[in-house]
């Protein structure tokens, strides 16, 4: 394994370079921030909205993004994944010859919904962190290590041109680790789904609904079972299963050794397997995309049912009295 850190950085390959940033949520906003803050010059494409006028407000120019790709040498696609392909064909033909074209996400490139012109360069600099991660990261000196994979290369220059954009994003104070487009969107993917988000939100549950069914009470079941559960990934992001195993107590480790297994087993892992399976074959993305374009009526069925989970208005209600949590709401 290699990481690509600042001495890496060929500081020519993006010298003089105009940078378009289509989109301005949470990654938008961080990359264009830390380019300017960077000494790049900086353009955002977005519809006129609430974007434009955050972007403006923050100092930087903006154009609608048919205007804002044509002098660009390098254009950012950060807007949402189900937009990019529809964003594509609008600026596709205002995008010059031999410019760059990066990603933070590789799934419209992998399955795909976006088939870029051929002289293009196309790039992809994942950052492993949200928007406000890299952007707090970059203000404090440091920075969010990143993923970096070519697609296409025409100009044979494509590597080093991501490479110079990650260390603008401050992507190279934390290593830059190559990979392929398949790999990112693959792995992410799976990892949304059956851990990060999908799994754990899922075990948390479970958990609750397993001590209250007892007879437990639920304001208790959500301490232990959702609000304790930073205090573990806390410990396991700083330094691993090692660190946690460092500050729980003896009893906590033995419980973890004996009955974890028993909850996340070869079941578990066969299921998991299947996910990944419908990941790699594409089937996922198809139901996605199918989803999307029928109105997500599926979609906001079940994310109505997730929300009126008992444990979330336990949980809201005990967050309420705590001021230094922001519920977000």
Same mark, same amino acid.
């Given at each position: !394994? ?11 390959? =993006? ?17 264009? =921030? ?8 900086? @353009? ?17 120019? @903006? ?13 950012? /696609? ?24 990066? $990603?933070?996400?590789? $799934? ?24 406000? =991660? ?55 993917? $799976? ?34 079972? /959702? ?16 660190? /946690?195993?460092? #500050? ?23 299921? /998991? ?10 089937? #996922?993305?198809?139901?996605? !995309? ?11 069925? !079940? ?18 009295? !705590? ?7």
């Amino acid at each position: !394994m290699k990481l690509y850190g600042q001495k890496d950085v060929d500081k020519k390959a =993006l010298r003089g370079a105009r940078i378009c940033v289509l989109g301005y949520g949470s990654q938008g906003r961080a990359h264009a =921030l830390n380019l300017k803050d960077s000494g790049f010059d900086v @353009v955002i494409g977005v519809r006129k909205g609430e974007s434009w006028k955050k972007a403006r407000k923050d100092g930087l120019v @903006v154009s609608l993004p048919s205007a804002a790709v044509k002098d660009a040498d390098l254009i950012a /696609m950060l807007a949402p994944d189900l937009a990019q392909k529809a964003l594509y064909e609008t600026i596709a033909p205002h995008i010059k010859k031999g410019a760059t074209l990066l $990603f933070a996400h590789g $799934f419209n490139i992998h399955f795909k919904q976006i088939k870029p012109r051929k002289d293009l360069d196309v790039v992809l600099i994942a950052p492993k962190g949200p928007g406000d =991660l890299v952007r707090r990261q970059f203000e404090q000196g440091r920075g969010v290590p990143s993923l970096l994979a070519v697609f296409q290369d025409p100009s044979k220059k494509a590597f080093s041109k991501a490479l110079a954009y990650a260390h603008g994003i401050g992507g190279t104070r934390g290593g830059v680790l190559k990979t392929t487009f398949a790999e990112e969107t693959e792995t992410d993917l $799976f990892g949304e789904q059956a851990v990060l988000c999908g799994g754990a939100t899922e075990l948390v549950v479970k958990g609750f609904e397993t001590l209250v069914e007892a007879g437990y009470q639920p304001e208790v079941a959500y301490f232990e079972c /959702m609000h304790e559960l930073k205090l573990i990934v806390d410990l396991l992001h700083e330094g691993g299963i090692w660190k /946690m195993h460092k #500050f729980i107590s003896e009893t906590a480790k033995y419980g973890d050794l004996t009955r974890g297994p028993r909850v996340v087993n070869a079941r578990t892992k066969a299921e /998991m397997r299947k996910i990944l399976k419908e990941i790699q074959q594409g089937k #996922f993305a198809k139901q996605w !995309m199918r989803e999307n374009a029928t109105g997500r009526r599926n979609y906001d069925k !079940m994310m109505k049912k997730d929300l009126d989970r008992p444990i979330e208005k336990v949980g809201y209600a005990l967050r309420a009295r !705590m001021p230094w949590l922001d519920q977000g709401r």
